[in-house]
């Protein structure tokens, strides 16, 4: 590799040929500060447009200050990146920034969390020659969605949002639109986010340096459900959250904090406190099932089987096939999510058990996830308009839920889930990440299939942090190909090979979010720290191997539930409360130019 | 849900001439600006459903196409009037009284530039410099020039083209 001598700060430093200044410096210890830089290396995620400026340095030769993020190391050069000239360029631009910007921040969603607030505090900004009544600000509509708050006011045109959104997930819902004050990123024809092909991943919430994204806050909702004497409150968790809400609580990253979590939600009042990694492992058994079912007929010769078989737990994954290939819809599982499926459950099995009408339950779940807030309100997941699942919140959310209750975390002592709702096994836990639903899939489907245990539980092939993924497992003879993609930009490069007829996949697991569920947009904000996500990934498989029962299908409270309620996997009563259907939502833009 | 999907409605004709223009970039996303500068030179403006066709044949989001669209001043969503009027804002113009001009035709029609009146009768706009500096102030009705505008003769240029409706 060509290398590069130049001098930082003083400071000599080599570094590979095409390293940009900011990286070298970062390597030096050297911290400049940005603000639309976004880099999430180990997922291909990066948003450079070198638009903000705040991280202008000095070059020795060079007439005007060079942004550090976009521009490349040259041999020799000279660079001053804390210069009495660069200082006062950064507060200038800071202030520049500030002066269009809401200055509202104690009742900010992000107060505290922000990274423009962070700048304001590291130049120690106490006043701004730019804001007064000669000088103009921008004004958008508040626009609140099913899963997003969007407050572009506050929107510092980082564009981080717009990358996500294109680039990664090539979904296309977000543009920077206008020009001059009127400039903001926005949907097409500036229409409402719902119609829009968002499919409210919420990866553009997850990487909003300020508050202009953030997410439907259902906090205040939940917590009138536990006062109200009358509710019965049932709350689910799903996997990711339990290896990253300790992050909000000062925990290292990659804590597993299940027992806390647990406890932390007896102490809000919840009534029972139950596991969606249980209902992973009945989405196990029926997508299992779905499997073995469709490859059945398809190894008797049957060509018109659906195949390949894709998952469908993710909410913003059908949203996206939905809105993008809805020609494909006859391909996905039927099962809903796990979201979905404990909903269902909960009440109906569970309301009958303890004896609690529908309308007095209260289901709650805590979710790394944004896109479950839409999906709650799908009409399908709805009994006479009364929802399986009445408030989704982000772990995210339950965090604030936590603190402001005075309950202090870290100190908990571990409880257990309640029952009969919250046994689960390792193979549920692992669905927080990328390739885990399939890996849990195959573990099943492998012992049913050939009637014979499984020779290694561990199938380290489908895992990883690549966008997409193949394998081929041997299932006793039976070769079984194997796609996985998160990030759905990635999840686009495979089903157009299935448009195409060149894929020769036979089930394939897909994730909107980078990383998968660990990443998701109600995860703590990592502000483009990969390792945070890959500390999240060990914690997920070590929450696996610690698990006693690591087979779906052997948690002896799904085997319960079958015998008592369910009758068979894909049987009738299965098929009414824990499947669903698709829809084609292509052209839902609808055109409302009087907004 | 299905009921949200709704049909774009577009004359065949329109539809098939963007599509032509469309094919003539070779459907490359990086001739957006061709794309849109070829549509409206045809249509006089760019509407909606026309975004989303071109968005469809060049294989981008329609928020992009969008964005350029919103971008320049150029390009218009709003159809242009059967008499288009531009009063010139250049240097020449405008030190001559061109700014009063302009009021002058937006109190008569009742729009501001960029929009058009309800009838579609009218459509205002500014531009930069007819070539006829030594008229100025000058506005275009209809492709014909006004020179030596007063603000007193807008009434009645306006009156006139009333008249021939």
Redesign the interface.
């Given at each position: 590799m060509d290398m590069i001598k130049l001098t930082i700060d003083n400071r000599e430093v080599e570094v590979p040929k095409g390293t940009t200044i900011l990286k070298a410096a970062q390597g030096m210890g050297i911290d400049i500060p940005t603000l639309c830089h976004f880099e999430l290396n180990n997922l291909g995620v990066h948003n450079k447009p070198g638009g903000c400026r705040i991280c202008v340095v000095e070059v020795a030769g060079r007439r005007n200050l060079a942004p550090a993020c976009v521009t490349e190391c040259m041999p020799d050069m000279v660079v001053r990146t804390n210069s009495m000239r660069v200082i006062n360029a950064r507060r200038t631009v800071l202030e520049l920034i500030l002066s269009d910007h809401p200055a509202d921040c104690l009742q900010c969603a992000k107060n505290g969390n922000c990274e423009l607030q962070d700048l304001a505090v590291r130049f120690g900004i106490r006043k701004n020659p730019f804001i007064g009544p000669e000088h103009e600000q921008s004004s958008y509509q508040l626009e609140v969605s099913p899963s997003i708050i969007r407050d572009m006011n506050k929107c510092v045109m980082c564009r981080r949002c717009e990358t996500m959104c294109?680039d990664m997930q090539t979904?296309?819902?977000?543009?920077?639109?206008?020009?001059g004050f009127p400039a903001v990123v926005?949907?097409?024809?500036?229409q409402h986010l719902d119609h829009?092909?968002c499919t409210f991943c919420g990866q553009c919430v997850a990487v909003c340096p300020v508050g202009a994204l953030t997410e439907v806050d259902h906090t205040g909702a939940v917590l009138r459900a536990i006062v109200d004497p009358k509710k019965t409150t049932v709350v689910q968790v799903a996997p990711a959250v339990r290896v990253a809400i300790g992050e909000e609580f000062g925990m290292e990253p990659g804590t597993i904090a299940t027992g806390k979590l647990t406890a932390a939600l007896k102490a809000l009042g919840f009534d029972y406190v139950f596991d969606t990694d249980w209902s992973a492992d009945l989405t196990i058994m029926e997508e299992g099932t779905e499997l073995i079912g469709r490859l059945t007929k398809f190894l008797e010769g049957d060509k018109n089987v659906p195949l390949p078989i894709l998952t469908s737990c993710c909410p913003a994954w059908v949203n996206f096939f939905e809105h993008q290939f809805p020609e494909l819809r006859h391909l996905p599982s039927t099962a809903k999510s796990p979201q979905g499926m404990f909903g269902a459950i909960a009440k109906s099995y569970f309301a009958e058990k303890i004896n609690c009408k529908r309308e007095d339950m209260i289901s709650v779940s805590v979710m790394p996830c944004l896109a479950k807030k839409y999906e709650v309100g799908r009409?399908e997941l709805k009994v006479n308009g009364n929802p399986d699942v009445d408030y989704s919140i982000s772990t995210r959310e339950l965090a604030r839920l936590i603190k402001m209750a005075n309950i202090d975390f870290k100190s908990l002592p571990d409880a257990e889930f309640d029952s009969p709702l919250g046994e689960s096994t390792g193979a549920a836990v692992i669905f927080g990440t990328t390739g885990g639903v399939i890996e849990a899939a195959v573990r099943t489907a492998y012992e049913i299939f050939t009637k014979k245990p499984l020779p290694k539980i561990d199938f380290e092939e489908l895992r990883g942090l690549e966008g997409v993924r193949s394998a081929t497992i041997d299932v006793d003879g039976l070769k079984l190909n194997i796609g996985i993609a998160h990030g759905l930009g990635n999840a686009r490069k495979l089903l157009e090979d299935i448009k195409a007829g060149k894929s020769n996949f036979h089930a394939i697991e897909i994730m909107a979010c980078p990383g998968g569920c660990i990443d998701g947009a109600g995860q703590p904000l990592h502000h483009g720290n990969a390792d945070i996500i890959k500390a999240r990934w060990e914690a997920i498989y070590r929450a696996d191997r610690e698990m006693p029962i690591r087979k779906s299908h052997e948690n002896p409270s799904i085997q319960a539930i079958y015998k008592e309620y369910l009758g068979e996997p894909c049987g009738h009563k299965s098929h009414e409360l824990l499947h669903t259907h698709y829809?084609?939502?292509?052209?839902?833009?609808?055109?409302d130019?009087n907004k | 849900?299905?009921n949200?999907?709704?049909?774009?409605k577009m004359k065949p004709e329109v539809r098939e001439k963007v599509i032509e223009i469309c094919d003539s970039f070779g459907n490359n996303p990086g001739e957006l600006i061709n794309v849109l500068h070829q549509t409206q030179d045809f249509l006089g403006y760019l509407p909606?459903?026309v975004?989303?066709l071109i968005?469809e044949r060049l294989h981008?989001?329609?928020?992009?196409?969008?964005?350029v669209v919103?971008?320049y001043a150029f390009f218009t969503?709003t159809p242009k009037g059967k008499y288009p009027v531009s009063v010139c804002l250049g240097t020449a113009c405008y030190v001559r009284g061109a700014e009063k001009i302009l009021e002058s035709f937006e109190k008569e029609l009742g729009i501001k530039p960029g929009e058009t009146d309800e009838n579609g009768v009218f459509s205002l706009a500014s531009l930069r410099c007819v070539g006829a500096c030594g008229l100025a102030p000058v506005a275009l009705v209809d492709g014909k020039v006004f020179g030596r505008l007063a603000p007193a003769m807008v009434k009645d240029i306006v009156k006139e083209y009333r008249e021939m409706e």
């Amino acid at each position: 590799m060509d290398m590069i001598k130049l001098t930082i700060d003083n400071r000599e430093v080599e570094v590979p040929k095409g390293t940009t200044i900011l990286k070298a410096a970062q390597g030096m210890g050297i911290d400049i500060p940005t603000l639309c830089h976004f880099e999430l290396n180990n997922l291909g995620v990066h948003n450079k447009p070198g638009g903000c400026r705040i991280c202008v340095v000095e070059v020795a030769g060079r007439r005007n200050l060079a942004p550090a993020c976009v521009t490349e190391c040259m041999p020799d050069m000279v660079v001053r990146t804390n210069s009495m000239r660069v200082i006062n360029a950064r507060r200038t631009v800071l202030e520049l920034i500030l002066s269009d910007h809401p200055a509202d921040c104690l009742q900010c969603a992000k107060n505290g969390n922000c990274e423009l607030q962070d700048l304001a505090v590291r130049f120690g900004i106490r006043k701004n020659p730019f804001i007064g009544p000669e000088h103009e600000q921008s004004s958008y509509q508040l626009e609140v969605s099913p899963s997003i708050i969007r407050d572009m006011n506050k929107c510092v045109m980082c564009r981080r949002c717009e990358t996500m959104c294109n680039d990664m997930q090539t979904v296309g819902a977000l543009s920077a639109i206008e020009r001059g004050f009127p400039a903001v990123v926005s949907t097409a024809f500036n229409q409402h986010l719902d119609h829009s092909p968002c499919t409210f991943c919420g990866q553009c919430v997850a990487v909003c340096p300020v508050g202009a994204l953030t997410e439907v806050d259902h906090t205040g909702a939940v917590l009138r459900a536990i006062v109200d004497p009358k509710k019965t409150t049932v709350v689910q968790v799903a996997p990711a959250v339990r290896v990253a809400i300790g992050e909000e609580f000062g925990m290292e990253p990659g804590t597993i904090a299940t027992g806390k979590l647990t406890a932390a939600l007896k102490a809000l009042g919840f009534d029972y406190v139950f596991d969606t990694d249980w209902s992973a492992d009945l989405t196990i058994m029926e997508e299992g099932t779905e499997l073995i079912g469709r490859l059945t007929k398809f190894l008797e010769g049957d060509k018109n089987v659906p195949l390949p078989i894709l998952t469908s737990c993710c909410p913003a994954w059908v949203n996206f096939f939905e809105h993008q290939f809805p020609e494909l819809r006859h391909l996905p599982s039927t099962a809903k999510s796990p979201q979905g499926m404990f909903g269902a459950i909960a009440k109906s099995y569970f309301a009958e058990k303890i004896n609690c009408k529908r309308e007095d339950m209260i289901s709650v779940s805590v979710m790394p996830c944004l896109a479950k807030k839409y999906e709650v309100g799908r009409d399908e997941l709805k009994v006479n308009g009364n929802p399986d699942v009445d408030y989704s919140i982000s772990t995210r959310e339950l965090a604030r839920l936590i603190k402001m209750a005075n309950i202090d975390f870290k100190s908990l002592p571990d409880a257990e889930f309640d029952s009969p709702l919250g046994e689960s096994t390792g193979a549920a836990v692992i669905f927080g990440t990328t390739g885990g639903v399939i890996e849990a899939a195959v573990r099943t489907a492998y012992e049913i299939f050939t009637k014979k245990p499984l020779p290694k539980i561990d199938f380290e092939e489908l895992r990883g942090l690549e966008g997409v993924r193949s394998a081929t497992i041997d299932v006793d003879g039976l070769k079984l190909n194997i796609g996985i993609a998160h990030g759905l930009g990635n999840a686009r490069k495979l089903l157009e090979d299935i448009k195409a007829g060149k894929s020769n996949f036979h089930a394939i697991e897909i994730m909107a979010c980078p990383g998968g569920c660990i990443d998701g947009a109600g995860q703590p904000l990592h502000h483009g720290n990969a390792d945070i996500i890959k500390a999240r990934w060990e914690a997920i498989y070590r929450a696996d191997r610690e698990m006693p029962i690591r087979k779906s299908h052997e948690n002896p409270s799904i085997q319960a539930i079958y015998k008592e309620y369910l009758g068979e996997p894909c049987g009738h009563k299965s098929h009414e409360l824990l499947h669903t259907h698709y829809f084609d939502r292509q052209t839902t833009v609808e055109v409302d130019l009087n907004k | 849900m299905d009921n949200k999907k709704i049909i774009i409605k577009m004359k065949p004709e329109v539809r098939e001439k963007v599509i032509e223009i469309c094919d003539s970039f070779g459907n490359n996303p990086g001739e957006l600006i061709n794309v849109l500068h070829q549509t409206q030179d045809f249509l006089g403006y760019l509407p909606a459903e026309v975004q989303e066709l071109i968005a469809e044949r060049l294989h981008m989001p329609t928020a992009k196409v969008y964005g350029v669209v919103s971008f320049y001043a150029f390009f218009t969503m709003t159809p242009k009037g059967k008499y288009p009027v531009s009063v010139c804002l250049g240097t020449a113009c405008y030190v001559r009284g061109a700014e009063k001009i302009l009021e002058s035709f937006e109190k008569e029609l009742g729009i501001k530039p960029g929009e058009t009146d309800e009838n579609g009768v009218f459509s205002l706009a500014s531009l930069r410099c007819v070539g006829a500096c030594g008229l100025a102030p000058v506005a275009l009705v209809d492709g014909k020039v006004f020179g030596r505008l007063a603000p007193a003769m807008v009434k009645d240029i306006v009156k006139e083209y009333r008249e021939m409706e």
